[in-house]
C-alpha cells in the first residue's frame, strides 16, 4: 500500500484543507501518514503571511525529500500561489497546484511521471469566482471540528498578502455546508467552528443567505451543542446580528474580534475597515448580549510609523477593551504589500520590546478575565486526557479547564465549579 502524508503550515483553513486532501489521497486506497515518516507522496500546504512562513515551507520541501528521494512532492496553497518561480528552484520539488485545483491533486500524483521535470498548475486567482468544494467526513480523535464555509478575501489590508494568494471573496453552497455538518453531528461531534479566510463576507456573493443564516441552520442540527467561528471584524457586529445571535442557546459567547491596532493613525494607514471608535460600539453590542463574552484579538507590534505615542494609544485602547486574550506579533514585512515599502520602518529590538509589553498586558487581562469566574459553575467541554484521569476542555466562553474525574469525560459537557486560577486556565471541581 503507498503511503502519503499532508501537512498544512499556517492558518486552520490550511489544517482543513490538508485533512481533506488527506481524505482523498485514503479514499484512494493511500496509507496516511505523518509529515515526519517515509511516504510515497508528501503534500506540504504552503503558508505565506510572513517571510518567514515562506522559509519554513521550503525547508520542509526539502526535509521531506531527504526523508525519502523518490517520493513524490507537491506544494500547494498559499506560498505556491504567490511564489511559484520561486518554488520552482527548490531542489527536491515536483508539482506546483496554489490555492485551486486541489481537488484533482491525487489524479495529478498519479499521472506525474519523473522525466516530466516540475509540474506547475498555478494559475490567476484573482478573478476566481467559485469556491472550491474539499470537505472531511472522517474526523477521528476530535471533540470539535473545523468547517471551511468561505475563501478568499477583499480587504486588501497594506500588510496583507491574502487576497493575492487566495482570491476574492467566493462563499461555500449552503446546502453543500449543512451536508457536511450532518456527518459530523453523525460522527459525534459536538461542537463546530465556521471557518475561512474572511467569515464576515460569507454569502456576500451569493443571493440570499449570510452568516448569520448559516450559523441558524447549524444551530438547528441535532448532535451539534455548540458553535464557533474564527476571526471576524467588528463591521458585522450590528444590532441586529447580536440579537439574533443572543436567541441562539448553541452559539458561544466568544468573539475572535480582529483589531491589530487601537491607534486610529495606525489603522488608516493598515488600510482597516473601522476605527476604535468603531471597534468600541461592536465590543459594547456585544457585552450587552453576552455579559460573559471572552473577547481576544490579533494586534501588530511595530507597523511601520508606529510612534511610541501611537503604540501607547494602542496599549491603552487594548486595556479599556479587557480582552481575554491578546494574540501579539511584531510586524513582519511582507513582499509584495505595500506596508513592506512605507517609510519609517521600525527596528527589530523595538517590534520586540512593544510585543513583550503587549503580551505582559495579554497575561494580566487573562488572568483577571478568569478569575471574574472562580467559584462559578460553567459547562465545560472535555476534550482530552491530560495525565492520569485530569482532563481538559473549554467552556463557551474558552476558559481553558482542567478537573478529576474517575470517568472518561471526553467529548462530554459536563458542568464543572472553577476553583481556582491554574497555567493561563481554571483548576475546577466536577460536582
Same mark, same amino acid.
Given at each position: ?174 446546502? =453543500? /455546508? ?7 453531528? *453523525?460522527?459525534? @461531534?459536538? +461542537? ?6 474572511? !467569515? ?97 484579538? =490579533? /494586534? ?7 510612534? *511610541?505615542?501611537? @503604540?501607547? +494609544? ?6 479599556? !477593551? ?110
Amino acid at each position: 500500500m503507498k503511503r502519503a502524508a499532508s501537512h498544512a503550515l499556517g492558518c486552520k483553513v490550511n489544517q482543513y484543507e490538508s485533512e481533506a486532501i488527506a481524505e482523498l489521497f485514503a479514499e484512494r486506497g493511500y496509507e496516511i501518514v505523518d509529515i515526519d515518516d517515509v511516504a510515497d507522496v508528501y503534500i506540504i500546504n504552503t503558508c505565506t503571511v510572513t517571510n518567514f512562513g515562506d522559509k519554513k515551507s521550503r525547508q520542509l520541501i526539502r526535509k521531506v525529500k531527504r526523508q525519502n528521494p523518490e517520493a513524490i512532492v507537491a506544494a500547494v496553497g498559499c506560498y505556491a500561489q504567490t511564489a511559484s518561480e520561486e518554488i520552482k528552484k527548490i531542489e527536491g520539488v515536483n508539482l506546483i497546484i496554489g490555492t485551486k485545483g486541489r481537488k484533482d491533486i491525487v489524479e495529478l500524483v498519479e499521472s506525474y511521471k519523473p522525466e516530466m521535470g516540475v509540474v506547475c498548475t498555478v494559475g490567476k486567482i484573482a478573478g476566481e469566482r467559485e469556491f472550491e468544494r474539499l470537505s472531511i467526513n472522517k474526523l477521528a480523535d476530535r471533540t470539535r471540528a473545523y468547517l471551511k464555509i468561505q475563501d478568499g478575501c477583499s480587504q486588501f489590508c497594506s500588510y496583507c498578502i491574502i487576497p493575492y494568494a487566495r482570491g476574492p471573496i467566493r462563499s461555500r453552497n449552503p446546502e =453543500d /455546508i449543512m451536508d457536511e455538518v450532518h456527518i459530523l453531528a *453523525e460522527n459525534g @461531534f459536538k +461542537e463546530i467552528i465556521l471557518t475561512g479566510i474572511h !467569515v464576515a463576507s460569507y454569502g456576500k456573493d451569493l443571493k440570499g443567505t449570510s452568516l448569520i443564516d448559516i450559523i441558524r441552520s447549524v444551530q438547528e442540527t441535532e448532535g451539534i451543542e455548540r458553535i464557533r467561528f474564527s476571526s471576524v471584524e467588528p463591521n458585522i457586529i450590528t444590532e441586529e446580528f447580536m440579537s439574533e445571535l443572543s436567541e441562539m442557546d448553541k452559539v458561544c459567547d466568544h468573539f475572535h474580534l480582529s483589531l491589530q491596532s487601537g491607534c486610529d493613525r495606525t489603522l488608516k494607514r493598515m488600510n482597516r475597515k473601522y476605527d476604535s471608535d468603531g471597534y468600541l460600539r461592536a465590543v459594547e453590542l456585544i457585552k450587552k448580549y453576552m455579559p460573559d463574552a471572552a473577547l481576544t484579538t =490579533d /494586534i501588530i507590534a511595530g507597523f511601520p510609523g508606529e510612534t *511610541e505615542e501611537d @503604540f501607547e +494609544e494602542s496599549l491603552k485602547f487594548a486595556e479599556k !477593551v479587557g480582552f481575554s486574550k491578546i494574540h501579539a506579533f511584531p510586524y513582519s514585512p511582507k513582499r509584495g504589500t505595500p506596508a513592506a515599502v512605507m517609510p519609517d520602518q521600525i527596528q527589530n529590538a523595538v517590534k520586540n520590546e512593544r510585543t513583550a509589553r503587549l503580551i505582559e498586558l495579554s497575561d494580566r487581562m487573562g488572568h483577571e478575565f478568569i478569575s471574574g469566574f472562580v467559584g462559578k459553575t460553567m459547562p465545560v467541554l472535555y476534550e482530552r486526557e491530560i495525565s492520569d484521569g485530569i482532563y481538559e476542555g473549554y467552556t463557551t466562553n474558552y476558559i481553558r479547564v482542567s478537573a478529576e474525574s474517575g470517568r472518561n469525560l471526553k467529548n462530554n459537557i459536563v458542568d464543572t465549579r472553577l476553583l481556582r486560577v491554574e497555567n493561563e486556565g481554571a483548576f475546577g471541581r466536577i460536582d
